[in-house]
C-alpha cells in the first residue's frame, strides 16, 4: 500500500503521454494561388510564417496587423484566435473563438475546435468554471465526433481538477469505452492516490478487451505489470537522498557581526515515507502540457530532441500534478 502512494503520482503524467491534436477544417473555401508580390491571407501567414516561427512575439505582431483586417463577422477571425493564441494573448483568443461560433455557416470541425481550444485557454488561466461550460458544450454538440473520447477526458480532468472526483471517474468512463487507454491511464491514477489498489486493478479487468491489439495491448500490458508492483519492496528507494536547493540572494551574506551564515536545515519529509523522498514523476517533453508553467520546455525539443527529461523529486502530499 505504501508502494501505492509512492508510486500514485509517477502514473498520473502517463496519461499525458498521448495529446490529441486540435482539429482544422481545411481553408473555408479553396485559395486560388497568390499573385506574385501579392499580400499573404491570414491562412496563408499562419501556416506558412507565423506557426512556423513558433514565436509569441511574432505572433503578437502579426495578430494586431491582421486585428486591425478581420471584424468579428468574418470566418477568417477563427485564425486570428490561433494567432493570438501564439502569441499568449487568451482574452483575446478566447474572444476570437467565440466571435467564430456566432457566424452563422461556420464549418462544424472548425467551430468543435474553437469549443476545445476555449475550454483549453480557460483551463491555462484556472477558470475552471467557465472551462467546464465550454467541455460540456462541446460534447453535447458533437457526441458523435472522432475526438469524442478525448473531450471526455478533458472534461474528466478538469473535474478532478476542481476536486470533484465522482464527476471526474464518471466522464473517465465514457472517455475509455470510446478505447481512450489515456483515460484508463487516468482512471487508475485516481484510486491509486486515494490507496484503492484492489480498485485499480478491478477497472484494467473491466476494459480489458478494448486494448488488446498491436502497439495499445503493450501499454496496458506496461500499466497492468506496473500495478503488479504496487505493494512490493522497493529496497532502491533507500537509497534515495533529500535533496536541498542552494543559499540565493540574501541567504549568502554574511550574518551581522562578519559571521557566515549557518547552512540551510534539510527539508523534512512527511514521517509517512519513512524519511524518504518519493520519486514522483519522470517523464518527457511530450507530457509538458502537465503543467502550463512547463509548456516553453518543448522549446527544448530544437536543441536537445528527444532526450528532454523531468525529474522530479517530493512527498507526494506536497505535489499534486493536476492543481500545482
Excluded at 199 to 215: G, I, P, S, T
Amino acid at each position: 500500500m505504501r508502494l501505492a502512494r509512492l508510486f500514485a503520482l509517477s502514473l498520473a503524467c502517463l496519461p499525458l503521454l498521448v495529446v490529441s491534436a486540435p482539429l482544422h477544417a481545411e481553408d473555408e473555401a479553396a485559395e486560388a494561388p497568390a499573385a506574385a508580390g501579392a499580400a499573404p491571407t491570414i491562412t496563408r501567414d499562419w501556416k506558412d510564417n507565423i506557426k512556423k516561427k513558433r514565436s509569441s512575439a511574432f505572433a503578437k505582431e502579426r495578430a494586431a496587423f491582421w486585428a486591425e483586417k478581420v471584424k468579428p463577422a468574418d470566418k477568417d477571425i477563427y485564425w486570428l484566435g490561433w494567432i493570438w493564441d501564439m502569441a499568449k494573448e487568451r482574452e483575446k483568443a478566447i474572444e476570437c473563438f467565440q466571435a467564430y461560433l456566432k457566424i452563422e455557416g461556420g464549418n462544424d470541425t472548425n467551430r468543435e475546435t474553437c469549443y476545445t481550444k476555449i475550454r483549453e485557454l480557460y483551463t491555462e488561466q484556472k477558470k475552471y468554471d467557465e472551462a467546464l461550460v465550454a467541455g460540456k458544450e462541446v460534447l453535447k454538440l458533437y457526441p458523435g465526433s472522432r475526438s469524442a473520447g478525448a473531450n471526455w477526458q478533458d472534461l474528466a480532468r478538469l473535474h478532478r481538477r476542481k476536486g470533484d472526483l465522482a464527476a471526474a471517474e464518471a466522464a473517465f468512463r465514457e472517455s475509455i469505452p470510446l478505447k481512450r487507454l489515456t483515460a484508463l491511464f487516468d482512471l487508475v491514477d485516481i484510486y491509486l492516490a486515494a490507496g484503492d489498489v484492489a480498485k485499480a486493478r478491478a477497472v484494467m479487468n473491466e476494459f480489458r478487451e478494448l486494448f488488446q491489439k498491436d502497439a495499445v495491448k503493450a501499454n496496458f500490458d506496461m500499466l497492468e505489470a506496473f500495478l503488479g508492483r504496487v505493494g512490493s519492496p522497493a529496497p532502491g528507494l533507500e537509497a534515495a537522498k533529500p535533496i536541498v536547493a542552494p543559499p540565493q540572494g540574501d541567504e549568502l551574506a554574511p550574518a551581522e557581526g562578519g559571521e557566515a551564515p549557518a547552512a540551510p536545515a534539510a527539508p523534512a519529509i512527511d514521517k509517512a515515507y519513512g524519511g524518504k523522498p518519493t520519486l514522483l514523476y519522470h517523464v518527457d517533453h511530450r507530457a509538458m502540457l502537465l503543467d502550463v508553467r512547463l509548456r516553453n520546455l518543448k522549446n527544448t525539443r530544437s536543441v536537445l530532441g528527444d532526450s528532454a527529461r523531468v525529474l522530479g523529486l517530493a512527498s507526494l502530499k506536497k505535489f499534486d500534478v493536476f492543481t500545482q
